[in-house]
C-alpha cells in the first residue's frame, strides 16, 4: 500500500472517533437504524455486519445505503476486495443519479471509498477510472476548483506508480495548490473543520517520500520544512474528535515522524549540527509518543 492510502481514513474518521459505540442490544421486534450499524462498525465490525443483516430483513432502508454501509464495514476489516463490489452497486444505483445536491454528495463519497479501495489493492486502473469520474462529476456538478484535491492528488498517485514522475509530481503539486485554498476557505469562514489540514499534511508527506526516493535531498528538505508550518496547525487541533479536533496520538505520530524525517534529509546532505537538532527533536517526540500512546497513520486516514 502506498502512503496516500492513510487518506482513507479520513473518510472513516467519523465513525471512529465523533460517533460513540453503544451496545447492538436489539430486541427481535424492534427496527434497528442503520446508523446504529454505522457506530459499531470501528468497534466491531463483525457485529455491526451481523446487525447490517437485521436492517436488510427490514426492508425499510435504500439498498445504496445499505451498499454504502457494508463498503465501509469491509474497509475498516481491510478487506477491499469484497467492499468494492458493493461501492460499485451503490454507486450504479439510480437513487445516487438523481439531481439533487444530497444524491450528488453520496456520488462523489462513493468515488472517493472507489479511489481508496482500489488503491488498497494496488488496482492501478481503477483508481485511475474513479479519480477522472469523480472529477468528471464535480466539475459538471459545479463544484469549486479546490475541492477536486482528491481526485488530482489520486491521479498523481497513479502516474507515479506507472513511471511517469514528472506528470505526478506536478499533480500532486497542483493537490497541494488547492487543498491550501481549501484550508484557506475554511479558516475565512470559521468552520473548524480539520480535515483539510490532514490532507494537506498527507500530500505533503507523499511529495517527500518521493523526493527521497528520487534522491533529490535538498528538495525532498525544503518541502518537509514547509510541511512543518501545517504540522503547526496541525498541533493547534490535538485534542478531541474530528472533525473540529484530532486526536492527540496521531499528531504526536506525525510530529515524531517528520522530524525523523527531516533529520534524515540533513544526514544525506551532510549537514550534521542540523540533523543532531531535529534527531533530538524526533527522539523527545518519540518518548512523548510512546508515553501517551500511539496511533497508527494507516488507523487515521487509511
Given amino acids: 500500500m502506498r502512503v496516500s492510502l492513510l487518506a482513507q481514513t ?91 445536491r444530497k444524491s450528488r454528495g453520496y456520488y462523489l463519497n462513493m468515488c472517493k471509498n472507489l479511489i481508496f479501495a482500489n488503491d488498497a489493492i494496488d488496482d492501478y486502473e481503477g483508481e485511475l477510472y474513479y479519480a477522472n469520474e469523480m472529477l468528471t462529476k464535480m466539475t459538471e456538478f459545479g463544484y469549486p476548483e479546490y475541492e477536486k484535491h482528491l481526485p488530482y492528488s489520486a491521479l498523481a498517485n497513479v502516474q507515479r506508480e506507472i513511471g511517469d514522475k514528472e506528470k505526478a509530481y506536478k499533480l500532486k503539486q497542483k493537490a497541494i495548490a488547492l487543498i491550501r485554498q481549501a484550508c484557506r476557505n475554511a479558516e475565512e469562514h470559521n468552520t473548524g473543520n480539520a480535515y483539510p489540514l490532514l490532507y494537506l499534511s498527507q500530500y505533503y508527506t507523499e511529495t517527500e517520500n518521493w523526493l527521497m526516493e528520487d534522491c533529490d535531498y535538498e528538495a525532498a528538505l525544503q518541502t518537509a520544512l514547509e510541511h512543518q508550518t501545517a504540522i503547526a496547525e496541525l498541533e493547534k487541533r490535538k485534542g478531541g474528535n474530528l472533525p473540529q479536533g484530532i486526536p492527540e496520538p496521531y499528531v504526536e505520530s506525525i510530529v515524531c515522524t517528520e522530524a525523523g524525517f527531516i533529520a534524515s534529509c540533513y544526514q544525506q546532505l551532510g549537514r550534521p549540527e542540523e540533523e543532531k537538532k531535529w534527531f533530538d527533536k524526533f527522539r523527545s517526540s518519540l518518548i512523548r509518543k510512546t508515553r501517551k500512546g500511539s496511533t497508527d497513520r494507516s488507523v487515521i486516514i487509511q
Fill in 10 to 100: 479520513i473518510l472513516l474518521a467519523l465513525i471512529t472517533f465523533a460517533q460513540p459505540t453503544r451496545p447492538a442490544t436489539h430486541p427481535a421486534d424492534s427496527l434497528v437504524d442503520i446508523k446504529e450499524v454505522q457506530r459499531l462498525m470501528a468497534s466491531d465490525p463483525d457485529q455491526a455486519l451481523s446487525l447490517l443483516e437485521k436492517v436488510k430483513e427490514q426492508k425499510q432502508t435504500p439498498q445504496f445505503k445499505i451498499d454504502w454501509v457494508t463498503y465501509q464495514i469491509y474497509a475498516t476489516k481491510r478487506q477491499y476486495r469484497l467492499g468494492i463490489a458493493f461501492a460499485k452497486r451503490a454507486l450504479s444505483n439510480d437513487s445516487l443519479n438523481a439531481d439533487t
